[in-house]
Nanobody
Framework: QPQLVQSGGGLVQPGDSLLLSCTASGFSLKNWALGWFRQAPGKEEREGVACINDHGSATHLANSMNGRVAISRDDAKNTVYLRMKNLKPEDTAMYFC????????????WGQGTQVTVSS
């Protein structure tokens, strides 16, 4: 059964960095655009954070992250990564990886979500 399994996250302090991982099982991420989204507490919508094309040659990063985020992929490991730095309390959210229909357009396959809490 196809799955996206996320790891990383947790409680961090303001200014810290964090690496989230999302590994696929049961199917290959190769040839798919991939994205990371987040859902802040009390909000219904998932906000796009970053996405990467199938070749890894193009990325879109949310303006709201002000250059504090990077997305990468390792198709040999069937994994996509989200690196965040200088984390702020407003980055507190549940983060989800997604297999996109095309770059910037979310698809139907989601990871299970991982909580990131930024607090002193």
């Amino acid at each position: 059964q196809p799955q996206l399994v996320q790891s990383g996250g947790g409680l961090v302090q303001p200014g810290d960095s964090l690496l989230l991982s999302c590994t696929a099982s049961g199917f290959s991420l190769k040839n798919w655009a991939l994205g990371w989204f987040r859902q802040a507490p009390g909000k219904e919508e998932r906000e796009g954070v970053a996405c990467i094309n199938d070749h890894g040659s193009a990325t879109h990063l949310a303006n709201s992250m002000n250059g504090r985020v990077a997305i990468s992929r390792d198709d040999a490991k069937n994994t996509v990564y989200l690196r965040m730095k200088n984390l702020k309390p407003e980055d507190t959210a549940m983060y989800f990886c997604n297999v996109e229909r095309r770059l910037g357009v979310r698809g139907n396959y989601w990871g299970q979500g991982t909580q990131v809490t930024v607090s002193s």
